[in-house]
């Protein structure tokens, strides 16, 4: 099981050094998701899911999500 133990069991989390549940790199992409409302999003770009594409994620992570943690999401829309 490896380091997959310190996302999922807060024991082997504590055990290996960080001191809550750990939240694994890919539960900011779901923050940001949630952060707009995408069926609202699409009729504002005049577009339907089937053309949008989601070409590129970038993430600067100032530092780790643990359990219990409370979170702001600030997003910023490029369009090219």
Do not use: H, Q, W
């Not at 890919?26 to 009729?43: P, S, V, Y």
């Not at 989601?54 to 090219?80: C, H, Q, R, W």
């Amino acid at each position: 099981m490896g380091n997959i133990c310190i996302y999922t069991y807060a024991d082997a989390a504590k055990v290996a050094g960080p001191p809550e549940l750990l939240a694994n790199p890919t539960f900011t992409f779901m923050l940001g998701i949630d952060a707009f409302d995408l069926e609202e999003f699409m009729t504002f770009l005049g577009e339907t899911l089937e053309k949008f594409l989601d070409g590129e994620e970038n993430f600067t992570y100032y530092a780790p999500i643990y359990a219990g943690d409370k979170i702001t999401v600030y997003k910023k829309l490029l369009i090219s």
